[in-house]
């Protein structure tokens, strides 16, 4: 019989219950407990789960010789001090994002897993839609040609958090998009934002980043919008592409559109000639993004290999949401990346 992964999950609140589905499913993955705080809801999750145990305490998770991973989906604020515990006992670490609150806490997560041979896994999840995927390999094969700008709309009248701002509950989505189709981090990183429901809590953040070769990027996330967008934009020198989540079937578009030089020796205006191409809508085998994850993660825990979104990513990440957190305190002043 193949080997499969014990796992242990912790939180099955409003993410939670969701990875709990995935991996209660997995082929690859058994899932003997799942541990929250909060009883009550949690024997509520549990219907239907018969073969899954009931937990309240984390040590308990971590204390079970026969758990493999661990997947840890509670508030943000208690990532960093879960994780950490969990891969001190000798677990592999699914976390969801951001994968901590600090910059200085998601370093030594890093140090931790790597010094102890651990897994650590960042939950990315759009990383892992066909639709990002699409655009990575148009991309990467060059039909887009050079990348010139994205940006990136996460916004919609949505719950309004306690513990973490939009920036820091919304942007870890679209950054991890974007460092994962260019492969390169931002040299400079600014951010606008305000808080008009909750003092300190802003509710809605536009964030620009700069890299090295002259690209941008911009992103807009609201929880207090009359819209609910998910809609990333990749301008290239050659054809431009957009990924609209919202949309049902047609996520993804290819715009042959573009400005090129048309050989004319006139004025610098007139030397230029607008293209106006072809929309493609190409054909999009869709597979559930989170289940497409959960069963990654897995197959790193068995085989061992570095996930797609790892430890490194994730830090990669929350050093971009923490030179936006002090560029936002500081009223928008530019914050730069070393």
């Given at each position: ?34 541990c929250d705080t909060n009883s ?149 990183v600014a951010a606008y934002g ?145």
């Open positions: 019989m193949d080997r499969v992964v014990n796992l242990g999950l912790i939180g099955a609140g409003n993410w939670g219950k969701n990875l709990l589905r995935s991996f209660a499913s997995a082929k690859r993955g058994t899932l003997r407990s799942c009550g809801h949690l024997k509520e999750q549990l219907r239907g789960y018969a073969n899954v145990g009931l937990l309240d305490n984390p040590e308990d998770v971590f204390a079970d010789p026969d758990i493999d991973a661990v997947a840890i989906a509670t508030p943000a604020v208690t990532h960093y001090e879960l994780a950490k515990r969990a891969l001190l006992a000798g677990k592999d670490v699914f976390v969801e994002k951001p994968m901590t609150l600090t910059l200085e806490d998601a370093t030594d997560l890093v140090e931790v897993a790597e010094s102890n041979n651990r897994i650590l896994m960042v939950g990315h999840l759009l990383e892992y839609h066909p639709g990002v995927e699409m655009m990575k390999d148009l991309l990467d094969s060059g039909e887009l040609g050079s990348p010139y700008y994205l940006y990136s709309e996460r916004v919609n009248l949505g719950r309004i958090r306690s513990d973490e701002n939009a920036l820091w509950s919304f942007a870890p989505h679209d950054i991890s998009i974007i460092l994962y189709l260019l492969d390169e981090e931002p040299i400079e305000a808080a008009y429901i909750r003092p300190g809590i802003e509710d809605v953040s536009f964030l620009w980043l700069r890299f090295a070769d002259n690209k941008m990027a911009q992103i807009h996330v609201s929880w207090l919008d009359p819209h609910k967008i998910r809609r990333t934009t990749l301008v290239g020198s050659k054809k431009m592409v957009v990924f609209d989540d919202m949309q049902p079937s047609e996520k993804i578009r290819i715009y042959d559109k573009g400005v090129e030089p048309n050989g004319k020796t006139v004025g610098y205006a007139e030397s230029f000639t607008l293209r106006f191409g072809e929309v493609t809508i190409p054909a999009l085998k869709m597979r559930e993004p989170l289940r497409v994850e959960c069963d990654h993660f897995l197959d790193c825990v068995l085989t061992r290999q570095t996930p797609r979104s790892d430890g490194r990513d994730g830090l990669r990440v929350v050093k971009v949401l923490d030179a936006a957190q002090r560029s936002l305190k500081a009223g928008g002043a530019p914050v730069k990346l070393g």
